[in-house]
């Protein structure tokens, strides 16, 4: 690990003077202490905003939503018995990521801006990596690609976007709200990420020296008929090979609503607005699933080896519609 | 604080910021501070306790909580397996929620760290949960054993182990290339009736 110097800030405004180009805000640290063992991250500056928990550390409930504070830890949101109960994909999207350990660790505002896992990404030995080296080449493309994004890649990346939160956020309709420099302000989760396009390394709206202090999701009635369903190459503590935030407003068998984030098969977390228009307004069916779940990989994009995933993905889907749809609320 | 020294505790309070002559953007003396390179050779001063004693340690601030373990204080009992967060070697207890070691920095490290120095009783009276895994035989080669009961301890406590299936999933981030797991599920719902009977 490189040198660095390292700052703990006990208040928001604080934390964000003390940012700079170079620096890093540390909340669990369980990205940012692996890549820069890795080399992969190169802070010169550490700002540990775990203090401010205290602030940005609760779970809070009103009539209008659910509010997360950004410094709350994974176990905690995922043990929470009201978010287990009005909102199981939040919660399960979160018991199904990572580990025990690193569930106690990480933050929700970290979570969801954990780096890919693409290898190429993660080893500095590739000399091609555009998010890491901009202009430096893919080396992904035309490389070991099996768990690579097939939606939202570009020519510059293929990365796929690692996390399992993002997807029931932005499922939920979530916002994201932020604290930098020029102030306060809230956006659109569905805004936080952005595309590969041309110039992977940016990865986030994020300001510099921007904070995420909480997500606020809206209540609504489609929030407690959701849930996750994660496909991985084995059965615990591994990421998504392709998986399905989903989340119904059913009246009788009439989807009124349907909510639908995919992971695992993304560059970001990736909302499925084509899928859930097909749905709405019709009975749930199998075969009308199968149909959303068409269109939802309708502009899927295969490498070398990921040709299974759009296949992958709309099984994935199918069986995550029905299931929900199967709830008992 | 007034003489420009950044790696201490706290200077980024709004007090702290404001007797500095201000860490804000744009002002003579937020840039130059901003400037100042780190060196391999900078301390951090912190006090840590770890099963039950306090310590005063001056460290690199690159240190690991896993490193602080095992290089300053000789405490060998955690493990370094793949450094990485991975493996669950490194697993110990902070105010008794477990953790990696190998993913957290000794200098943001708050609270009572737990290892498995700390288990057995004064009198040299196992835990219940190294009774079991004896009792099981519930390890082969032993690396991954400290890290294995650190995390169940945790697992028995948060009540996640209430059947095989539970535990196996709970258990997920402490890997063992012997593959004892049959027999670590087993030590582990041993220990669960032990300390509930």
Redesign the interface.
């Given at each position: 690990?490189r040198?660095?110097?390292?700052?703990?800030?006990?208040?928001p405004?604080?934390?964000i003077?003390?940012s700079?180009a170079d620096s890093q805000f540390?909340a669990g640290?369980?990205t940012l202490?692996?890549l820069m063992?890795?080399d992969v991250m190169q802070p010169?500056?550490?700002?540990?905003i775990?203090p401010l928990a205290a602030k940005y550390g609760r779970i809070e409930r009103s009539a209008e939503g659910l509010s997360l504070g950004a410094l709350v830890r994974m176990?905690e949101a995922a043990d929470d018995p009201n978010l287990n109960r009005d909102y199981p994909v939040l919660a399960q999207a979160l018991h199904l990521a990572?580990?025990?350990?690193?569930r106690?660790?990480a933050t929700l505002g970290g979570n969801v801006l954990q780096r890919t896992r693409c290898p190429y990404f993660r080893d500095p030995s590739y000399e091609a990596c555009n998010k890491r080296a901009p202009g430096s080449g893919c080396a992904a493309i035309g490389g070991l690609n099996r768990k690579h994004a097939v939606l939202g890649a570009s020519e510059s990346c293929i990365a796929t976007y690692a996390g399992d939160f993002a997807q029931a956020l932005i499922a939920l309709d979530a916002s994201v709200e932020l604290a930098g420099?020029d102030g306060q302000r809230r956006i659109a989760f569905e805004q936080l990420h952005r595309l590969p396009g041309s110039s992977p390394q940016l990865e986030t709206t994020l300001a510099p020296?921007e904070l995420i202090t909480a997500f606020s999701v809206p209540s609504g009635p489609w929030t407690r008929r959701s849930l996750y369903l994660k496909i991985r190459d084995r059965?615990?503590?591994a990421f998504a090979l392709a998986s399905a935030a989903v989340a119904l407003d059913l009246d009788g068998d009439e989807v009124k609503d349907a909510r639908i984030g995919l992971g695992g098969v993304a560059t970001v977390p990736w909302r499925a607005r084509e899928a859930e228009a097909m749905l709405k307004g019709k009975p749930m069916t199998e075969a009308g699933a199968e149909a959303a779940a068409e269109a939802a990989f309708d502009k899927a994009r295969t490498r070398d080896q990921n040709a299974y995933k759009p296949e992958l993905g709309r099984r994935t889907l199918v069986r995550a519609l029905l299931g929900a749809a199967a709830l008992e609320i | 604080m007034a003489d420009g020294t950044l790696n201490r505790r706290g200077f980024l309070s709004a007090t702290a910021v404001a007797a500095a002559g201000g860490l804000v953007p744009g002002t003579a003396s937020g840039e130059a501070a901003k400037q100042q390179k780190p060196s391999p050779t900078d301390r951090e001063t912190l006090s840590l306790s770890v099963n039950g004693r306090p310590h005063q340690l001056s460290l690199d601030p690159r240190r690991t909580l896993l490193d602080l373990l095992r290089e300053d204080l000789s405490l060998t009992g955690a493990k370094k397996g793949c450094d990485h967060g991975q493996c669950g070697a490194c697993t110990v207890l902070v105010d008794g929620k477990r953790v990696l070691a190998c993913l957290t920095l000794a200098a943001a490290a708050r609270g009572e760290v737990s290892t498995i120095e700390g288990l057995a009783s004064a009198d040299g009276a196992l835990h219940p949960m190294q009774e079991a895994f004896i009792q099981e035989d519930a390890f082969q080669c032993g690396y991954c054993t400290p890290g294995q009961i650190m995390s169940a301890i945790a697992c028995v406590r948060e009540k996640h182990a209430d059947s095989e299936d539970q535990i196996r999933e709970f258990m997920s981030g402490n890997l063992c290339r012997c593959a004892a797991y049959p027999n670590i599920v087993k030590a582990i719902q041993r220990a669960k009736s032990r300390t509930e009977a």
């Open positions: 690990m040198p660095f110097a390292y700052l703990s800030a006990d208040t405004k604080g934390a003077a003390a700079t540390l640290g369980t202490l692996d063992k890795l010169q500056r550490i700002i540990d775990n176990a990572a580990s025990p350990q690193l106690n660790m420099p020296g059965e615990s503590f | -």
